[in-house]
């Protein structure tokens, strides 16, 4: 069996990172902490690293796959709509909406747009 200076000289980075996190889940037995050792490996350490130091201490949530791409189907809509002055319909179906979805995605392109005015466009430039 390896001694213990022999399985940390083997470990990468990312393993180390790993199994400190699982180590946080076991010493403080918060539930919420379950998953960072898989995001450990997820992420580059550095982008592990700067995660924890601008987020540590706080919970959360991360969207599915499904509701990020709903989000992006509005940017696109933002797009067809408002810059490329589609008609209605067809910016719906480039965006990949039903056309029975036309009140839902409306009210989802306003918010995006108050979202957008909200934002601080400036720092981009």
């Not at 399985?7 to 400190?20: P, R």
């Not at 180590?23 to 902490?33: D, G, S, V």
């Not at 592990?48 to 969207?63: A, D, E, S, V, Y």
């Not at 319909?89 to 747009?113: C, P, T, V």
Request: charged residues 25%.
């Amino acid at each position: 069996m390896a001694s213990i200076n022999e399985l940390i000289s083997k470990m990468s980075e990312k393993d180390i990172y790993s199994v400190l996190c699982g180590y946080l889940y076991e010493l403080k037995n918060i539930p919420e902490f379950t998953l960072l050792s898989e995001l450990a490996f997820t992420l580059d350490c550095d982008s592990f690293l700067q995660l924890i130091n601008c987020f540590g201490g706080q919970t959360i949530k991360i969207p599915t796959a499904e509701e990020f791409k709903s989000c992006y189907r509005t940017l696109m809509l933002l797009k067809y709509y408002e810059i490329e002055h589609l008609d209605w319909k067809d910016a719906l179906e480039a965006a990949g909406y039903q056309s029975s979805e036309g009140r839902m995605a409306l009210n989802r392109l306003n918010k995006l747009k108050d979202t957008l005015k909200d934002y601080n466009l400036d720092r981009l430039r």
